[in-house]
């Protein structure tokens, strides 16, 4: 097998002209006279760039169209925006939701004539695929960032840019985009009603959030090693977190009941995330045997009718969103709709032979009208909560029982107003207080 070179481009002479030139990418440079001073400053110049831009040319300005300019970014943000253990960071996630219109619309624009009203022409079609104001002002301002960094590496020009600045954010009441609801607390009492329909693991982990004020991310990435156990009070510091990029410090503490919870899911190997869907999902099979008619010498085989590559493995531990969904299916066991709107189950045969039937997803979705779905949407969003919610409620307690600034250093923000924004007030005590002086 032959070696792999990662060499830079070799300084030579051309023999027909006498002077220094070094090829890139198939294209040649010419330096000036073969082993001046110059020469080798011009070599070094060429070649600084052409490792800046990540051992690639970078075209002129005028040439770059918009579709070369997000892919140049899309490699710069992939190993920019990436997480201590390798794996790609959320913000990663949200270049990608902003740039498809920007491709699908003007995708062989050239840089040079992106203008102002092309970004509000993406905007407009955002608004109308009924984003959230804050959704769409977020998109923009990442396809702002792209130009931005296109000024940085040459490949745009900063008169584009200053144009772009130009364009303003929407502002509340004042465009035709959706406003998004507020994250409220979810009452406590929903939350064990809900629980109960859900794994070890998935109770576990909203436990600890209602307790510490968690981050839905924090939770979902605690180790064994990241986890202080000496002395009364335990403290656990993430590995990642939200603000780890500014600089700060995270620490949360985790008291009696919190140890409570950890105690017995703590690992052997440190290193091993402590909640993992792998773990919930033997849990279900678990729960799906002991619920199983048919006795196991009987019909298939325990584990014989799974899929030997199925498209999809549990991970190696919950993020946001599978953590999210993990609670969506204890809300819709725990607070189920309507019988119009759930699955049909039947039963065929008779006596011995009587089997009961589950109509499909996919089935059910057909049945469906466009009303009965809408429907079932509005009543998910009115039973469902998510992660989020927790930190809300847990601020919330905190606040009401130890104030505003023990709740700011237990949630770990640097700032009095960010608090203020998850913790509600405590209106019930302005109403104490007014009946009693009012």
């Known amino acids: 097998m032959p070696r792999l070179l990662n060499r830079n481009p070799k300084y030579r002479k051309h023999r027909a002209s006498g002077q220094a030139v070094v090829s890139i ?61 390798g794996s790609s960071g959320r913000e990663l996630e949200r270049i990608d939701l902003s740039i498809p219109l920007l491709l699908k619309f003007y995708g062989r624009t050239e840089v040079a004539a992106f203008s102002p009203i092309m970004v509000k022409a993406i905007r407009g079609r955002m608004i109308e695929s009924k984003l959230a104001r804050i ?15 296109g000024v940085s590496e040459g490949m745009v020009s900063p008169t584009v840019l200053q144009g772009l600045e130009a364009v303003d954010g929407l502002r509340r009441g004042r465009s035709e985009a959706r406003e998004s609801e507020p994250v409220r607390p979810v009452a406590e009492e929903i ?6 329909h859900a794994s070890p693991q998935i109770r576990a982990m909203v436990k600890l959030q209602l307790l510490t004020g968690m981050r839905p991310g924090e939770v979902c990435r605690m180790r064994t090693c990241d986890i ?36 017995d899911l ?18 279900r099979r678990r729960q799906l045997h002991v619920k199983r008619k048919t006795p196991a010498k009987h019909g298939n085989g325990i584990g014989t009718n799974r899929k030997r590559r199925p498209s999809k493995r ?13 609670i969506d299916y204890a809300c819709d066991a725990a607070f189920p709709p309507p019988e119009h709107l759930r699955p049909r189950v039947w039963t ?39 992660p989020h919610q927790l930190r809300h409620t847990a601020a919330t307690r905190l606040r009401k029982e130890f104030g505003l600034e023990a709740a700011q250093v237990i949630l770990g923000h640097k700032s009095l107003a960010i608090t203020e924004i998850y913790a509600e007030k405590n209106v019930q005590a302005a109403q104490r207080i007014m009946s009693a002086v009012g």
Do not use: M
């Open 314 to 326: 549990p991970g190696e531990c919950y993020d946001a969103a599978s953590y999210r969904q993990a």
């Open 266 to 283: 703590l690992k052997l190997d440190t290193q091993a995330f402590i909640f993992t869907p792998a773990e919930s999902d033997a849990w």
């Open 25 to 85: 990418d198939g294209q040649d440079f010419y330096l000036g006279p073969y082993g001046t001073a110059a020469s080798r400053r011009e070599y070094d110049r060429i070649v600084a760039e052409w490792l800046a831009g990540g051992r690639r040319l970078q075209p002129a300005a005028e040439q770059v169209t918009v579709a070369e300019l997000v892919a140049a970014y899309r490699r710069h943000a992939k190993n920019y925006y990436r997480n201590p253990d």
């Open 191 to 196: 939350v064990l009603a809900t629980i109960d």
């Open 228 to 263: 202080d156990t000496a002395g009364r009070l335990w403290t656990y510091r993430p590995a990642e977190h939200k603000t780890a990029w500014h600089g700060h410090s995270r620490t949360v503490y985790l008291g009696p009941k919190a140890q409570d919870v950890l105690r």
């Open 348 to 386: 065929e045969g008779e006596g011995d032979k009587a089997r009961e039937r589950h109509e499909t997803k996919r089935a059910f979705l057909e049945r469906l009208t466009p009303e009965q779905r809408k429907e079932l949407a509005d009543w998910r969003r009115q039973h469902r909560w998510h």
């Open 135 to 149: 959704t769409v002002n977020q998109r923009v301002n990442c396809i702002r960032r792209i130009f931005r960094w």
